[in-house]
């Protein structure tokens, strides 16, 4: 079984967060979340990929993918709960408009 869940237009401000919870389904091959302002403008792409025991992290603006950042400790696995959460802090320092969110 596969599923998609999406939630658009969801006006988050500086200061604000998101919680996310689910389940894994059985037999998944792994699963996406995807944080930005639409399908081109992706301030994170997170992947955990079942098969690679991998968790791949990148980001996306227009049609050029952000450089793959890699981390084989996979803490996922099909039929699992799944809990996360993403703050956005509220200020960003003005060097870090343009650096990924991944390394503050």
């Given at each position: ?20 919870k ?67 802090p ?15």
């Open positions: 079984m596969s599923g998609k869940f999406e939630i658009v237009n969801m006006d988050m401000k500086m200061g604000s967060s998101l919680k996310i689910g389940k894994i389904a059985d037999g998944a091959n792994g699963f996406v979340i995807n944080l930005g302002q639409g399908t081109d403008k992706l301030n994170l792409h997170f992947n955990p990929r079942f098969a690679e025991s991998t968790i791949v992290c990148n980001s996306r603006d227009g049609n050029s993918w952000g450089a793959e950042q890699r981390d084989n400790h996979m803490c996922f696995s099909p039929g699992s709960e799944v809990k996360g959460a993403s703050c956005l509220d200020a960003l320092p003005p060097t870090a408009a343009h650096r990924d969110l991944r390394e503050q």
